[in-house]
């Protein structure tokens, strides 16, 4: 059983930045696939980015792939997610999910952190 802790959320200007992190526990860190999700009010979840086990690859959806970056750390068993030049339809809450990398569904979720961009 994993455990996933998000952190680093906040209230944030139109082109500011902030770095999401999220602590795992619970497993094996570097067995996972991590991905960064994100839902607005009244809107339904949506995927944001993706990292494979050792972070050699990455993907992250069309709305932001020019401003965010996802990482992760094995050592420190963390995923990041660095946001740059947030705009204020970036506002959500943001939730970091692991699964295994065979799979497409995601059986481990944070409890989120909630991003607030202001205009």
């Known amino acids: 059983q994993v455990q996933l802790v998000e952190s680093g959320g906040g209230l944030v200007q139109a082109g500011g930045s902030l770095r999401l992190s999220c602590a795992a526990s619970?497993?094996?860190?570097?067995?996972?696939?991590m991905g960064w999700f994100r839902q607005a009010p009244g809107k339904e979840r949506e995927f944001v980015a993706v990292?494979?086990?050792?972070?050699?690859?990455?993907y992250a959806a069309d709305s932001v792939k020019d401003r965010f970056t996802i990482s992760r750390d094995n050592a420190k068993n963390t995923v990041y997610l660095q946001m740059n030049s947030l705009k204020p339809e970036d506002t959500a809450l943001y939730y970091c999910?692991?699964?295994?990398?065979?799979?497409?569904?995601?059986?481990?979720w944070g409890q989120g952190t909630q991003v607030t961009v202001s205009s």
């Open positions: 999910a692991a699964r295994a990398p065979y799979k497409y569904k995601y059986d481990y």
């Open positions: 619970g497993g094996t860190f570097g067995s996972y696939t």
């Open positions: 990292i494979t086990l050792r972070g050699d690859t990455t």
